[in-house]
């Protein structure tokens, strides 16, 4: 049964570019969840998987889980209370499905993680994505823990090397 999440930010994948804080909270997931878009965005998964594979130990067990993200509909061809009611409906399929495939974890995977470009704290979605997947056990009787490890943002890096 999972006992914990952790949201991690990778910066813009680059594992030089990763936090020790980010490095070290990376070797302690057992399963990487990454929103599967479409042949579109395989490299993102890609360099999700640079990221991991040079970060953590070799002798730390992990895999990475492609969950088909759900369809959020026209933005363009919506108002602005549409548009909000279509991002609930999406987020809440989200949930749906990671919660799916969190369920079905084998049983020494206790800890999942969510790789988050840039600093998590850009990310609302995801964070809130995940606060949606633990109120979900909390009413089940579950507890699970979950955190958010900080990450390097493009304006921290463009500051960076225009100096």
Known sequence: MIDQIRVIGIGMGDPGQVTGEAAQALATVDVFLVADKGSAASDLVAARQHVCDALIPADHRYRVVQVPDPKRGPDADRDDTAYGRGVRDWHAARVDAYASVIDGLDDG???????????????????????????????????????VIAGISAPQLLAARHR
């Open 109 to 147: 995977e206790t800890t999942v993680g969510f790789l988050v470009w840039g600093d998590p704290a850009f990310y609302d979605s995801t964070i809130r994505v995940v606060d949606a997947l633990v109120e979900r056990w909390a009413a089940a009787g579950v507890t699970v823990e979950h955190d």
